[in-house]
């Protein structure tokens, strides 16, 4: 008799990759408009998107997070 299960992979240890998309950086950064987010988004020091769907691009959540934590003063300085 032969198994027809596919072997499965053992999770333990392995952190899940969370990921971001414009909206979810718009609405962490405040709210901002989808040009202000392109915007940031655009920026040469904004972290590279891991990947660009046909929905648009997705960011690694702890790279945009990282990122938010150095320049989220420099951007609201910039808004005024």
Known sequence: MTNCHAPTVDHV???PIRLMGAHEIRVRLGGVSRQRAYQITSRADFPKPVADLAQG???ATEDVEAWMRVHRRDIDE???
Do not use: E
Request: net charge neutral; hydrophobic share 45%.
């Open 57 to 59: 691009k997705v960011w």
């Open 13 to 15: 240890g392995v952190k």
């Open 78 to 80: 910039a808004d005024d």
